[in-house]
């Protein structure tokens, strides 16, 4: 069996241009935590702008940091892109993060900038993916994500039609299927994380009023029992199964639908 393959998904409005939150970003795309460092930069400039200068081939590590903080902080760049491999077979760890700097359409989203990435759970010796969990979890820290989910699927694909959003629907399959909830998300991306929330996944973040909106924290952790629970920041993070080997279990599921039932009232509706 394919061992599996971890994606994270979050939404903020954070300027992390700014030199404090480019700083962190920097520090956590760098940090020892990841199995493998993604040091290859892809562009990702701002439209209707000059190209940045983007650094062709891999970046030393010595440089990696201040790279990463220069394009945060550019008014050129709209996020960091960095992956491990130009193959998608070499690609075993990859992220991107938005810096925060709106365009005008993105005005009147509440929540328009994204941070995702993904990290294969087969890791090199000496390293751990609950270590990257943690890595993870600090990004939506600085962040200041409002909501966020993480995906484990053996398929990478339907993981990354997530992220991006990408599909459009085909009313032949599930309502869960990617590209059906990807045009459900794209729908009422306006109010994504404040009116609205994704459909769950191994792990989720909710933010205060999230948990709220569906009978507080203690009927929540009551219905579904999540073996692993953090507060990130202002938000909660419930992880339905104490590790990735059982990410995929029956049991896991089974929590899985128990918060997708709870989180209904609040979750992107199907469409008609």
């Not at 940091?65 to 491990?84: C, F, W, Y």
Request: proline share 10%; net charge positive; hydrophobic share 40%.
């Amino acid at each position: 069996m394919t061992p599996p393959s971890l994606g994270f998904w979050f939404i903020h409005r954070t300027p992390l241009f700014e030199p404090t939150p480019a700083r962190a970003i920097a520090r956590l795309l760098t940090d020892p935590r990841w199995p493998w460092q993604p040091s290859l930069v892809r562009p990702m400039h701002r439209t209707g702008g000059p190209i940045y200068p983007w650094p062709s081939g891999k970046v030393a590590a010595v440089s990696l940091g201040q790279t990463i903080e220069d394009i945060m902080r550019s008014d050129q760049a709209e996020a960091i892109h960095l992956v491990l491999s130009r193959k998608d077979s070499g690609n075993h760890a990859w992220c991107v993060v938005d810096n925060g700097r709106l365009s005008s359409y993105q005005e009147r989203i509440a929540f328009p900038m994204r941070a995702v990435g993904m990290c294969r759970s087969a890791v090199p010796p000496g390293t751990s993916i609950d270590a990257w969990l943690e890595l993870v979890r600090g990004l939506a820290v600085v962040t200041t994500a409002v909501h966020g989910v993480i995906w484990v699927d053996t398929d990478e694909r339907p993981i990354v039609a997530r992220q991006f959003l990408s599909g459009t629907s085909q009313p032949k399959q599930p309502p869960d299927h990617p590209a059906n909830e990807s045009s459900r998300i794209a729908r009422v991306r306006d109010v994504l994380g404040e009116r609205y929330v994704r459909p769950p996944g191994w792990a989720t973040f909710l933010r205060r009023a999230h948990v709220d909106a569906v009978g507080g924290r203690d009927r929540l952790l009551a219905a579904v029992a999540p073996p692993v629970v953090h507060d990130v920041g202002d938000l909660l993070y419930l992880q339905l199964s104490a590790s990735v080997a059982d990410a995929l279990a029956p049991e896991t599921e089974a929590r899985r639908r128990a918060l997708a039932e709870l989180l209904a009232p609040i979750t992107v509706p199907l469409e008609a």
